[in-house]
């Protein structure tokens, strides 16, 4: 079974730039895309991010213009840039794959543990 491990968040600053990054256990780039995903309390996990196998991307939500997905296949990585993050992009990151259906990636395996962003002065 594929394990995900997100890694890069913290407690930055409202304007703040920055990587979060997830590692596969094995290669998931085939033939499932991959998506980035993030949660707040009391809400459901929502797509923000995703990366098809053959590359292409979308984004939703208040993503859109400011967070941007980038796969690397060969070190089973996918990082999500973010850029001017905002306190509402406060939440938990999650990162999985699966196939694509209905236009979004349907996660397909166990959640890993999440990176936590809070975005606040």
């Known amino acids: 079974q594929v394990q995900f491990v997100e890694s890069g968040g913290g407690f930055v600053q409202p304007g703040s730039s920055l990587t979060l990054s997830c590692a596969a256990s094995e290669p998931v780039n085939r033939p499932h895309g991959m998506g980035w995903y993030r949660q707040v309390p009391g809400k459901d996990r929502e797509l923000i991010a995703q990366?098809?196998?053959?590359?292409?991307?979308n984004y939703f939500g208040p993503a859109k213009g400011r967070f941007f997905i980038v796969r690397d296949s060969d070190k089973n990585t996918v990082d999500l840039q973010m850029i001017g993050v905002i306190p509402e992009d406060t939440a938990a990151y999650y990162c999985n794959a699966g196939p694509q259906v209905g236009g979004k990636i349907q996660p397909h395996y166990t959640w890993g543990p999440g990176t936590q962003v809070t975005v606040s002065s």
């Open positions: 990366i098809s196998a053959f590359g292409s991307t």
